[in-house]
């Protein structure tokens, strides 16, 4: 299958740090119909669209999973958007889901999948804390 792609983007903030209208996104792909550029693309319309604002200990992560259907040109794909805040177990920090939404499917094309990708995100979104 393709490569493991796993990267912060943060709309040129540092990690953990967001500003009204800019959400921390992390991502995780492992798709070869979607690159982390058309996924940043889609969350930053989403960002734009719903106006997220969330405070700087939380994050929007979004996991694009596919893998061939069979001997037939179409994917079965797995989008998972969660809404996850920083927190503290002693010493130990770690994201804690606080809203998530998971879609499954199945798709020939990136466009159809990046389109599903967006409507899970603002799903997710309007679960907001």
């Known amino acids: 299958m393709g490569k493991r792609i796993a990267m912060v983007l943060a709309a040129g903030l540092a990690m953990g740090a967001a500003q009204a209208g800019n959400a921390t996104v992390l991502q995780d792909i492992d798709c070869n119909l979607v690159s982390a550029a058309d996924l940043a693309k889609v969350m930053r319309k989403v960002n734009t669209d719903t106006g997220l604002a969330l405070p700087k200990d939380m994050a929007v992560r979004t996991e694009v999973h596919c893998m061939p259907d069979g001997n037939s040109k179409r994917f079965l794909y797995t989008i998972r958007a969660a809404i996850e805040k920083m927190v503290s177990d002693g010493?130990?920090?770690?994201?804690?889901?606080?809203?998530?939404n998971t879609t499954y499917g199945r798709t020939s094309g990136s466009a159809a999948l990046l389109r599903e990708v967006q409507f899970t995100v603002r799903d997710v979104v309007r679960q907001e804390p």
């Open 91 to 100: 010493e130990l920090q770690r994201w804690a889901v606080v809203a998530q």
